[in-house]
């Protein structure tokens, strides 16, 4: 079975820390997505990666950035969370475009107080 | 930019049929479909390529129309276990890694 694992299901922190969101695939896919999802804004594109150490901006970057070191892990970080950054995020990943569809983790509920 | 997703919610009962659309503004290559139940990861469901395809899944089929720049998805004769949240993903370019998806359309199944 395909898996797309983050690595908390539910974190909880304080405005200001830096916050480390990890996700990882065994896929051995060359994409990988982060998306926040809100209710009503559907699933928006915080940033992707294509390839190691490849990354592009999404349509709601800015708080955030990330990290591709190894194929199979792509890391989202908020440089100083605040609260409106609360929010369900959702790691994607896939093959290289139209080989295939994306494949998604459990998602982290971050809540930032 | 995110393609606009309608409507935004529809309820129905067993055994009718709904119909999802999703539009950008953008011309599109690509037309991802997914669906997410209730506290579960989107799971996907079929993608079209432009050309005018048409695509089943079971009771489920999607159209794309590239020249109106919008893909409807089909559930006809809707079960129980089609509830869900139904998003749309789009490529606008050939080759192009990046996935935006719609706002979402929740379907709501009722016996």
């Known amino acids: 079975d395909v898996k797309v694992t983050q690595s908390s299901r539910y974190l909880v922190k304080r405005t200001g820390e830096k916050v480390f969101l990890e996700c990882v695939q065994d896929?051995?896919?060359?994409?990988m997505f982060w998306y926040r999802q809100d209710p009503g804004l559907g699933l928006r594109l915080i940033y992707f990666?294509?390839?190691?150490?490849?990354?592009e901006k999404g349509d709601i970057p800015e708080g955030y950035s990330v990290s591709r070191e190894k194929k199979e892990r792509f890391s989202l970080i908020l440089e100083s969370a605040s609260t409106n950054q609360t929010s369900m995020y959702l790691c994607?990943?896939?093959?290289?475009?139209?080989?295939?569809?994306?494949?998604f983790g459990q998602g982290t509920r971050l809540t930032v107080v | 930019q995110q393609p606009v997703q309608s409507p935004q919610a529809v309820i129905l009962r067993e055994g009718e049929d709904a119909v999802i659309n999703c539009s950008s503004s953008?011309?599109?290559?690509?037309v991802h479909w997914y669906r997410q139940k209730h506290g579960e990861a989107p799971v996907f469901l079929m993608i079209?390529?432009?050309?005018?395809e048409q695509k089943g899944h079971e009771k489920i089929s999607a159209s794309f129309n590239e020249k109106k720049q919008q893909s409807s998805l089909y559930l006809t004769a809707s079960q129980l276990s089609y509830s869900g949240t139904y998003f749309c993903?789009?490529?606008?370019?050939?080759?192009?890694?990046?996935?935006?998806f719609g706002q979402g359309t929740r379907l709501t199944i009722n016996p």
């Open positions: 994607a990943s896939s093959l290289v475009a139209e080989s295939g569809g994306a494949f």
């Open positions: 896929m051995d896919h060359e994409n």
């Open positions: 990666s294509y390839d190691v150490k490849m990354k």
């Open positions: 953008k011309a599109l290559y690509s």
């Open positions: 079209l390529l432009k050309g005018g």
């Open positions: 993903g789009t490529r606008v370019i050939q080759g192009a890694q990046k996935l935006v």
